[in-house]
């Protein structure tokens, strides 16, 4: 975690916790701030279960990397951090694909500052990383193991260039009924959590 941003009281005793049952990678939702002006922005408290994970990081990745809790042997496990521009994203869908548990508690435990210097606000970048050769062929290991299909949408997910809206539609389309119909075995709380996340498929695509 950065110099400013603020761990709150309880965090470690919770992750821990769900580390010692079953979790190999633990997350917490945030709490956003700014300064100059000052303001809040609570994230959602809302807990995503190992067995839901894989699905919301194939449309979006929910997870905040400083409030990250996991054992050594789980980052190993998992190839440890690459030179990738989005290490942790990276990280995060390898470790999915190779079959560890990663889940994100429902109670904020990080207040996170927002600055206009932050580079992974910069949308440029995020497409940049979002790219690149080594991350995405983490993505398709995950979707392979997930969804068992080649991810076919990905130009309309993350598009380099113009891409023809009615195309672009109709991919994320079919990958968010694909997604949907291989979660239904998720409880009723997991799929609305899920389908909130699945919103990122609207005009923005990613």
Request: proline share 7%; hydrophobic share 45%; glycine share 6%.
């Amino acid at each position: 975690m950065d110099a400013d941003d603020v761990t709150l009281p309880g965090r470690f005793t919770w992750e821990l916790g769900e580390l010692r049952r079953d979790a190999d990678f633990c997350f917490t939702p945030i709490v956003r701030f700014r300064t100059k002006p000052f303001r809040l922005r609570p994230g959602l408290p809302a807990p995503i279960s190992a067995e839901a994970m894989p699905f919301h990081m194939l449309v979006h990745n929910p997870l905040c990397h400083p409030t990250l809790v996991a054992t050594r042997d789980a980052v190993v496990a998992a190839g440890s951090y690459r030179a990738v521009l989005a290490e942790d994203h990276d990280l995060w869908l390898r470790a999915l694909a190779a079959g560890l548990r990663m889940v994100r508690i429902a109670v904020p435990f990080l207040a996170y500052r927002q600055h206009p210097a932050q580079l992974s606000g910069d949308p440029g970048f995020a497409l940049k990383a979002l790219n690149q050769t080594d991350f995405q062929d983490s993505y398709t290991a995950l979707a392979r193991r997930v969804l068992g299909v080649e991810p076919t949408w990905l130009g309309g997910l993350w598009p380099r260039e113009a891409v023809d809206a009615a195309e672009r539609a109709a991919a994320l389309g079919n990958f968010r009924a694909l997604v949907e119909a291989r979660s239904s075995h998720l409880s009723g709380l997991q799929r609305r959590i899920l389908a909130r996340t699945l919103s990122h498929l609207g005009s923005e695509g990613r």
